[in-house]
């Protein structure tokens, strides 16, 4: 199966910002939905938002109003704005793409996003 490429995790303040980027290489063309998980230690694995082709979006409760999820179709890129971030968000991030039917086809080999003063 093909592996999506993460970047962009990294240490920040509370209260700061960063993105994320997933990028699907050449062998993936036809993308649906492309979002992110997160795990943090000693908890499940969340969804924290998705993105369809169309547009339409997905957020968890506890990220809404602070992240923004968005897609470079063509590219079959989708980020993570990751604004006003707290301790809570600290963990490592997944980013996922599929097809309609197969939400979870592809995964990113992880990024750490760790939020502390």
């Known amino acids: 199966q093909v592996q999506l490429v993460e970047s962009g995790g990294g240490l920040v303040q509370p209260g700061g910002s960063l993105r994320l980027s997933c990028a699907a290489p050449?062998?993936?063309?036809?993308?649906?939905?492309m979002g992110w998980y997160r795990q943090a230690p000693g908890k499940e694995r969340d969804l924290v938002a998705r993105?369809?082709?169309?547009?339409?979006?997905n957020y968890a409760d506890s990220v809404k109003g602070r992240f923004t999820v968005s897609r470079d179709n063509a590219k079959n890129t989708v980020y993570l704005e990751m604004n006003s971030l707290k301790p809570e968000d600290t963990a490592v991030y997944y980013c996922?793409?599929?097809?309609?039917?197969?939400?979870?086809?592809?995964w990113g080999q992880g990024t750490q996003v760790t939020v502390s003063s």
């Open positions: 050449v062998g993936i063309r036809s993308i649906y939905v």
């Open positions: 996922f793409a599929g097809s309609l039917t197969n939400e979870h086809a592809y």
């Open positions: 993105r369809t082709s169309g547009g339409s979006t």
